[in-house]
C-alpha cells in the first residue's frame, strides 16, 4: 500500500502476486491523480517480491515516467536475487535506481532533498 512517509516522499511496499499488481496500478493511478500539483519522490520497496513477470516491468516503467515526468526520483529498494537477476537480465538496473534496503532509499531521497533546497 502506498503511503506518505513525509510530505514529498511516498513509500509503496510490494509483496508477490495478485497484490503486486494492484498496489502498482494503484500506486499509478495515486501519482496520476495528483499532477502537476505534488512533486512526490517514490520508495517502492521490493523486499518481498519474489518473482516479476512482464506485465510487472511495465508497471514499474509506467511508475517512472509518472514520478520523473514531476521532476521527483523513484528509488527501488530491497531487490532479492531473483528479482535483481531479472532487472539485470533486461538492462533495467541501469534504467533504475536502486537502494539495499528501504531506508537506505529514504535517506538518499532526504539527503537529495536537502541538497537541492
Request: charged share 20%; net charge negative; with cysteine.
Amino acid at each position: 500500500m502506498a503511503t506518505d512517509w513525509s510530505d514529498n516522499i511516498i513509500v509503496c511496499d510490494l509483496a508477490d502476486e495478485p497484490s503486486l499488481s494492484e498496489e502498482l496500478n494503484g500506486l499509478l493511478a495515486r501519482l496520476e491523480q495528483n499532477g502537476d500539483t505534488r512533486h512526490s519522490s517514490v520508495v517502492v520497496n521490493m523486499a518481498d517480491v519474489t518473482y516479476l513477470n512482464s506485465s510487472n516491468i511495465a508497471q514499474l516503467l509506467r511508475v517512472r515516467k509518472a514520478v520523473n515526468g514531476h521532476g521527483a526520483r523513484l528509488k527501488i529498494a530491497g531487490t532479492r536475487d531473483a528479482v535483481w537477476s531479472v532487472m539485470m537480465l533486461t538492462g533495467l538496473d541501469k534504467v533504475f535506481d536502486f537502494a539495499p534496503d528501504k531506508a537506505t532509499a529514504l535517506a538518499s531521497l532526504q539527503l537529495e532533498s536537502n541538497a537541492g533546497e
